[in-house]
């Protein structure tokens, strides 16, 4: 297991940027690292995936506007997002996937609001 420490959310305008990155407290090489996020009266959704091989997944609503990338020798995994509209007010969970085990972090607030 690792802990997981999101960073970089905030309030940003229609239109605008956001760099979220997680640093984890042991190694990350052989994990699968993700991001997801949930908005009040939902369900946790699936953002993005990079697995141990630099693989990467997005779900359908990213439609290009962000990626994800990862640096083991730092244990960080960042998640770039732009474009960003109302829809993409949620809070942000990094997550580092082993088989099944799954270790989550508390997530950082990212509104999109002018």
């Known amino acids: 297991q690792v802990q997981l420490v999101e960073s970089g959310g905030g309030l940003v305008e229609p239109g605008g940027s956001l760099r979220l990155s997680c640093v984890a407290s042991?190694?990350?090489?052989?994990?699968?690292m993700g991001w997801y996020r949930q908005a009040p009266g939902n369900q946790r959704e699936f953002v993005a995936e990079?697995?141990?091989?630099?693989?990467?997944s997005y779900g359908d609503f990213v439609k290009g506007r962000f990626i994800i990338s990862r640096d083991n020798a730092k244990k960080t995994v960042h998640l770039q997002m732009s474009g960003l509209n109302s829809g993409d007010t949620a809070v942000y969970f990094c997550?580092?996937?082993?088989?099944?085990?799954?270790?989550w972090g508390q997530g950082t607030q990212v509104t999109v609001s002018s």
């Open positions: 042991g190694s990350i090489s052989d994990k699968a």
């Open positions: 990079i697995n141990s091989g630099g693989i990467t």
């Open positions: 997550n580092a996937r082993f088989l099944f085990l799954n270790d």
